[in-house]
């Protein structure tokens, strides 16, 4: 989002409890680009505040409804902002299977789900998306996100996958992809 031509709209509040409300949020900015985002909210005292946990950023799913149109150097010191893309992939796997290499310039990556399918409707318990850096020892997991479901089939999902950040070398890395049960059809791409 860029420096104030922004729109931020509530599209649905939802009461967890008495002190907890969840808010479907869309953000729009200058190039209209368009993103759903669920934000959790609790009360303290009397102010109601953004909840920020480690399970918090583990959960958030961030829905892309419009990808927008580049927008150039202003002169106004703006710029625009392009998703660079790290690594894609496309399978159907039962167990796991990983990606071609890739190096990470930035421990906040995206995880971008063009599609996540279960082959038959009772596998829905979803697949990890794991960022590792092979070894003669096994795999060292450099972080990771769960997502759950594939049928109904997951469309055009954002999702955060945050590194470790005390890792010292990014480089060669490959994500592991680990179906939770089942068989599963996914296609997508690791953006920073």
Do not use: C
């Not at 420096?3 to 949020?25: M, R, Y």
């Not at 945050?162 to 070398?169: Q, R, S, V």
Request: hydrophobic share 30%.
């Amino acid at each position: 989002m860029g420096n104030g031509h922004e729109s931020a709209e509530i599209l649905s509040d939802t009461k967890i409890n008495s002190t907890t409300k969840e808010f479907q949020v869309e953000l729009i900015d200058e190039s209209g680009y368009t993103i759903q985002v669920p934000i959790t909210v609790q009360k303290n005292e009397d102010n109601w505040k953004i909840l920020i946990s480690s399970e918090s950023l583990h959960s958030i799913e961030v829905t892309e409804v419009n990808p927008g149109v580049q927008i150039n150097n202003t002169g106004e010191g703006e710029f625009s902002t392009q998703e660079v893309t790290l690594v894609t992939f496309r399978a159907e796997f039962a167990n796991y299977i990983y990606s071609s290499t890739f190096n990470a310039p930035s421990t906040a990556l995206i995880l971008y789900l063009r599609e996540q399918r279960a082959s038959l409707a009772e596998y829905s318990t979803g697949v990890r998306y794991e960022v590792v850096k092979s070894s003669s020892n096994g795999d060292i997991s450099y972080g990771y996100r769960d997502v759950k479901g594939g049928s109904p089939t997951i469309n055009n999902v954002r999702y955060s996958l945050t590194l470790d950040k005390t890792k010292t070398n990014y480089s060669n890395l490959k994500l592991k992809m680990t179906a939770l049960n089942g068989r599963y059809i996914v296609n997508g791409s690791i953006l920073y």
